[in-house]
DNA sequence: TCAAATTGGTTGCAATTTGCTACTTATTGG
DNA sequence: CCAATAAGTAGCAAATTGCAACCAATTTGA
């Protein structure tokens, strides 16, 4: 894998000018999203993801640096210590709007109805509001209510 | 796999308790989304599916029965002719704000500055405004904002 | 201080998953 | 009726993942 002098990986894409194929290019498998999942919510060792996310270490070692290489996790030093940690980038930080619907999906799919599950909450411990797509005009938009329009 | 009285699959949760990793669960593999994305954007036959995602034939009956399985997806008579066809259940289709905003997100770090994407316009062809999480308050909310809130 | 535990890996091998290339069995369409 | 298309299956090779053991540096605690 190499870095285009974009900052924009050069890898082979599945469908190179369809955004959602490019992004599940970079964090479409099976650990990436959980790792940042932990990392969004606090892990930076080695060990903690690997405590948290019960992933294989090898496999682990291998997310990282592809995650490192794609430009969505960095290495430095830590602040107490000499000790190197795992940090987000801004890309991987912004991957949050990405986690927060998937676990809106999950709390409305994937769970029985009165099941326990964990919440996110803002500074003030209030669950986050649930995300609507709306468009320019505010109304709410839907697979029936866009579609693709192919890059020129 | 099978499924338990009220409809959500009873199978081995990575992380039984987090929604986000139950969501990957079901649709985190390498293809499921693609297809979600495909039927989002019409693809209704195998071969369509396959024709758009490139997905191996093996592996794309086994991910259409999956996401079948999980109640992505269902089969239903085609209007015209005696063929059966794949079409998005109610849970299929609220995927929607997870693929947007993962376009969203490949938009903004997947393409080079200036390189051609396609594009997904609302019934005017007005581009899709981004998505960004905000509270109750109506402030923006990221990773740095928020936390996670351990099932009880 | 010095041994034990922890961190952050690596290695080798087995099991699982994926992809490729046929082959098959309905339907259509002309 | 014949050929093309749709929707898979089957078999096997290649790639990915997981497991368990091993290892070198820190760090910690008695």
Redesign the interface.
Known sequence: MSL?T?G??NLDW??P??????????V???WS??VI?DA??GARSFTEFQRR??IARNILTDRLRRLIAH?LLAQRAAPSGRRREYV?TD?G?????????????????????G?????????H??P??E??????DGAP???D????????
């Open positions: 285009a974009t924009v990986p599945t469908d000018e369809c955004p959602v194929a490019r992004a599940l290019d970079l479409g498998d099976r999203l959980l999942r969004m919510d996310t019960g430009g987000l890309a930080r912004d991957l949050f709007a990405v986690v927060l619907t998937l676990r809106q999906w999950g709390e409305r799919h994937a769970f029985a109805p099941e326990a599950h964990s919440v996110l909450v803002d500074r411990g209030a986050v509001p995300i609507a797509p709306t468009g320019a938009l839907d697979t209510t866009t579609h693709v329009r192919k890059a020129r």
